[in-house]
């Protein structure tokens, strides 16, 4: 299972989504003092992190059946897309007194380890595939 890359991709975007549970998204500089917003204090944080985690999550672990494993990879890397497009929605709409954090961009590092694992998964797919034609085409000659 895990000597293959897009399994090594999955398992990073499993993780850095997971780390965004227990992580700030930003922090609210007021005169004094300083304020933490986390991820799981917005409600639409917390579904679109809980989809895209849980997907991943499943991607992961399914690696016997690859199109499923696809499919996940694919809905995980959309749904952290739109996450990352909330995340921007709500950067430019904030004032000057909330400065986010360096992990804001883990969704789209997601996104890009995702797209990297579909291209594995396909590519594991069609050599899998390719073979099985190849040794479907000798047994029915013989």
């Given at each position: 299972m895990w000597q293959r890359v897009q399994t090594l991709y999955l398992g990073i975007a499993v993780a850095l989504l997971a780390t965004l549970f227990f992580s700030d998204v930003a922090v609210i500089i007021t005169p004094g003092e300083e304020q933490r917003v986390a991820y799981v204090e917005k409600t639409e944080y917390v579904i679109l992190l809980a989809v895209a985690l849980a997907s991943s999550a499943l991607a992961l672990f399914s690696f016997r059946r690859r199109m499923f494993q696809l499919r996940m990879a694919a809905v995980s890397a959309v749904v952290s897309l739109g996450l990352q497009g909330w995340l921007v929605h709500d950067y430019f709409k904030a004032?000057?007194?909330?400065?986010?954090?360096?992990?804001?961009?883990?969704?789209?590092?997601?996104?890009?380890?995702?797209?990297?694992?579909?291209r594995g998964i396909f590519a594991d797919e069609l050599m899998v595939r390719s073979a099985s034609h190849l040794r479907g085409g000798k047994r029915r000659r013989q």
């Open positions: 004032g000057e007194e909330l400065v986010f954090r360096y992990n804001a961009i883990f969704p789209v590092i997601c996104v890009i380890l995702l797209v990297l694992a579909i």
